[in-house]
């Protein structure tokens, strides 16, 4: 497995509460990506981050924010969690070139649900 | 933007036999078709990839197939076994560092 590890595996959160999922990477690689899975849409690019400070935005930004103080770690911030994100999310990471030009490696996820 | 279609959703097949996934993809421009695989509560995992400038690409029991005037890209697993039991998501982009554009997935189940 890359060295991807995201925290926490598991969260209940309610409504209106912010929340920041964490996603650390030891493989020194230049892009990280934040993904949402749910059923019947796949993967979806929520935010992505080609450098220290460098993010931009995915398919489905709203709502959620994101910040890369340091190469190894990737941070996601639901500024004020509702129920429709209430997802499984995914941080990867790629080298070279990012998505289009690299493989891209996924961590194990974490599991949010909002009440 | 990238719009990709995968069927089937479900697939069930008994050990040894063959499976066949399908994505059609829609912009032409598209150039790199990665393969994952996703195992309960773990992230999807890269099995196989493919670029425009290749027809077949093999990997042991998994090969996969691209029909560049078609648009459209196959994954094929010969002599399944069940622990190819996992859902299987296929994905376009057209190089960019950000743009992969993922199907919906294909849960296979292989039968004993």
Known sequence: DAGITQSPRHKVTETGTPVTLRCHQTENHRYMYWYRQDPGHGLRLIHYSYGVKDTDKGEVSDGYSVSRSKTEDFLLTLESATSSQTSVYFCAISGTGGVGNSPLHFGNGTRLTVT | ?112
């Open chain 2, 1 to 112: 933007g990238e719009n990709v279609e995968q069927h089937p959703s479900t697939l069930s097949v008994q050990e040894g036999d063959s499976a066949v996934i399908k994505c059609t993809y829609s912009d032409s421009a598209s150039n790199y078709f990665p393969w994952y695989k996703q195992e309960l509560g773990k992230g999807p995992q890269l099995i196989i990839d493919i670029r425009s400038n290749v027809g077949e690409k093999k990997d042991q029991r998994i090969a996969v197939t691209l029909n560049k005037t078609a648009k459209h890209f196959s994954l094929h697993i010969t002599e399944t076994q069940p622990e190819d039991s996992a859902v299987y998501f296929c994905a376009a982009s057209t190089g960019t560092a950000s743009k992969l554009t993922f199907g919906t997935g294909t849960r296979l189940q292989v039968t004993l």
